[in-house]
């Protein structure tokens, strides 16, 4: 009984500082502009490896001596997710969403989600969120632009190497935290009560194995499919905007004079309108004024 209580109380010493080290902080990851998928799926950044926790960098012993997983600097592969959003005007938007449908399929890709607006009298648009591998993100968006009449495009890239190693070590962690805990309890030998705090014990080790297994697969999906979020709006009669000759220049600038002429002798007009009635009633003690001094002079010649 007594070496059964002993062994609980080494378990409750080890489950602390399990989660001492597991509660270092996740490091964030920012934006970035988007680079080649390919190239930076394949190299190395010494840099994200110097931000790997040690558990990850150096690999950990556990109390049985066996290993932890040690992951070699030199086989981390940078885990970046790449998103982007391409606009796209078409005269005509019968076929579109079958041409997407197809593109999206010809990339080894899917349509994740997709909205369609407007009727055949009046605009049409449609938007789709679209997920294709990685190795696919940058000949998908030059096949993309094919579509229609290019408007602007946005690419950004999030860097989560740090973060996906990082929860890697935590759950090979927490997974030799449950196999000493399984090793207790096959034991069979001690109080209720100490059986019941291990089950409990081994209850939230799955819990946060699963929470983290979640996350992981989370990182693994946003990595492995870029998201492409297309739209395309109909527009009839659409001329694509051309480089201004020297006669259109000189037209422009001649049209700009003759609107800011306008619009100075319209805002002269507004502001005699805006001012009237106060100058109505400020003329009233003026003309009392001069009144006054005309009686007084006349007074003054009439003597």
């Not at 449908?101 to 990339?107: G, N, P, V, W």
Request: charge should be negative.
């Amino acid at each position: 009984m007594r070496s059964v209580a002993c062994s609980v109380v080494l378990l409750c010493l080890f489950s602390v500082i399990i989660g001492c080290s597991d509660s270092a902080p996740m490091s964030g990851s920012g934006g970035e502009k988007s680079a080649m998928p390919a190239e930076a799926m394949d190299s190395a950044s010494d840099a994200n490896v110097a931000e790997l926790p040690m558990a990850v960098a150096e690999g950990e012993i556990g109390q049985d001596g066996d290993a932890k997983p040690d992951v070699n600097p030199e086989q981390i592969q940078r885990q970046i997710i790449y998103t982007a959003r391409l606009n796209l005007i078409v005269e005509e938007f019968n076929g579109v969403p079958e041409m997407v449908e197809k593109l999206a399929s010809s990339h080894s890709g899917f349509i994740a989600d997709s909205t369609l607006e407007g009727s055949s009298g009046s605009p049409r648009s449609g938007t789709w969120t679209i997920r294709v591998p990685v190795r696919q993100y940058g000949t998908f968006l030059d096949a993309a632009k094919a579509l229609g009449e290019f408007q602007s495009l946005t690419t950004e890239s999030q860097e989560v190497t740090a973060e996906y190693y990082d929860v890697k070590a935590r759950i090979a962690n927490k997974q030799l935290q449950e196999k000493r805990l399984l090793e207790l309890l096959e034991k069979g030998t001690g109080k209720l009560e100490d059986i019941l705090a291990v089950e409990e014990q081994l209850a939230r080790v799955r819990e946060e194995i699963e929470r983290m297994q979640g996350r992981m697969r989370v990182l693994k999906d946003l990595t492995a499919f870029s998201t492409i979020t297309l739209s395309v709006n109909e527009i009839k009669g659409y001329q694509p905007p051309e480089a201004p000759t020297f006669g259109n220049r000189i037209a422009r600038a001649w049209s700009g004079s003759l609107d800011a002429l306008l619009n100075a002798g319209q805002n002269l007009v507004i502001g005699i309108v805006a001012v009237g009635p106060w100058l109505v009633i400020l003329s009233i003690p003026f003309i009392l004024f001069l009144w006054l001094i005309r009686a007084i002079v006349r007074k003054r010649v009439s003597r």
